[in-house]
């Protein structure tokens, strides 16, 4: 299977060239594409130069702008869509998912459609949270699966591996979410087309350097869009 995992950055520039290093250490051979928001840090312009480094395993995509993360993830997926990859994964720049788990979900995504990374199960963990976003991320996966009927045990969650096939299938066209609420939409969509989905455990670490994107218009977004959501699929 052809697999590529795609990482939206914006201003991650000092944890870009350690997360490339540990990706071709821990699953050599798995293409990577880049796809930056016009950063103001010089990401973009960093991730081209590494690309004399990792050559052929290494791809950028340059946004005009920051808008959003579920934007960033569609024009992703819609770029390895056209490039015949079986498979596509997705995982966050800023060094809080371990690469080291990548061969798990391409082994689980032999036999699943879908393959969702969990903190929130046995073996899994979430590292260096306060108490407070640690409540917040129980509390809206709970809501989620509340105004859905999910099963899943983290609906929010970044590091996922999707066929593509299924991507095709659940459709990127209509799409409406663009914040963390992005993740849950993706899943929901897989979840009513009833796609084999699996879980496995991952340990999530809060990022070291930059800063989180999470804000207010986000946790907004993600409280009524999850509403709309349920009636709109």
Same mark, same amino acid.
């Given at each position: 299977?052809?697999?590529?995992?795609?990482?939206?950055?914006?201003?991650?520039?000092?944890?870009?060239?350690?997360?490339?290093?540990?990706?071709?250490? *821990?699953?050599?051979?798995?293409?990577?594409?880049?796809?930056?928001?016009?950063?103001?840090?010089?990401?973009?312009?960093?991730?081209?130069?590494?690309?004399?480094?990792?050559?052929?395993?290494?791809? $950028?995509?340059?946004?005009? +702008?920051?808008?959003?993360?579920? *934007?960033?993830? $569609?024009?992703?997926?819609?770029?390895?869509?056209?490039?015949?990859?079986?498979?596509?994964?997705?995982?966050?720049?800023?060094?809080?998912?371990?690469?080291?788990?990548?061969?798990?979900?391409?082994?689980?995504?032999?036999?699943?459609?879908?393959?969702?990374?969990?903190?929130?199960?046995?073996?899994?963990?979430?590292?260096?949270?306060?108490?407070?976003?640690? $409540?917040?991320?129980?509390?809206?996966? *709970?809501?989620?699966?509340?105004?859905?009927?999910?099963?899943?045990?983290?609906?929010?969650?970044?590091?996922?591996?999707?066929?593509?096939?299924?991507?095709?299938?659940?459709?990127?066209?209509?799409?409406?979410?663009?914040?963390?609420?992005?993740?849950?939409?993706?899943?929901?969509?897989?979840?009513?087309?009833?796609? +084999?989905?699996?879980?496995?455990?991952?340990?999530?670490?809060? *990022?070291?350097?930059? +800063?989180?994107?999470?804000?207010?218009?986000?946790?907004?977004?993600?409280?009524?869009? $999850?509403?709309?959501?349920?009636?709109?699929?």
């Amino acid at each position: 299977m052809r697999a590529i995992v795609i990482i939206p950055t914006y201003n991650e520039r000092p944890n870009l060239e350690t997360l490339l290093q540990q990706i071709h250490e *821990r699953a050599h051979g798995l293409h990577i594409l880049i796809v930056d928001d016009n950063s103001p840090d010089g990401t973009g312009e960093a991730a081209e130069a590494l690309r004399e480094k990792y050559g052929a395993e290494l791809f $950028v995509l340059h946004r005009q +702008k920051k808008e959003g993360l579920g *934007r960033a993830y $569609v024009e992703g997926f819609r770029h390895a869509l056209a490039q015949g990859y079986d498979v596509i994964l997705q995982m966050d720049a800023d060094l809080s998912h371990d690469p080291g788990t990548l061969p798990v979900f391409l082994d689980q995504i032999a036999i699943s459609d879908a393959v969702i990374g969990s903190r929130y199960i046995r073996d899994a963990g979430v590292v260096n949270w306060d108490f407070k976003r640690l $409540v917040l991320s129980k509390w809206a996966t *709970r809501y989620i699966r509340l105004i859905t009927r999910m099963p899943f045990s983290d609906a929010t969650g970044g590091f996922n591996c999707w066929r593509s096939r299924t991507l095709q299938a659940i459709g990127l066209d209509d799409v409406f979410s663009n914040g963390y609420l992005f993740q849950a939409e993706l899943k929901y969509k897989a979840f009513r087309k009833n796609f +084999k989905v699996t879980e496995i455990p991952i340990v999530f670490a809060e *990022r070291n350097l930059g +800063k989180s994107k999470l804000d207010r218009h986000i946790i907004w977004e993600a409280i009524w869009g $999850v509403l709309k959501l349920r009636f709109k699929y």
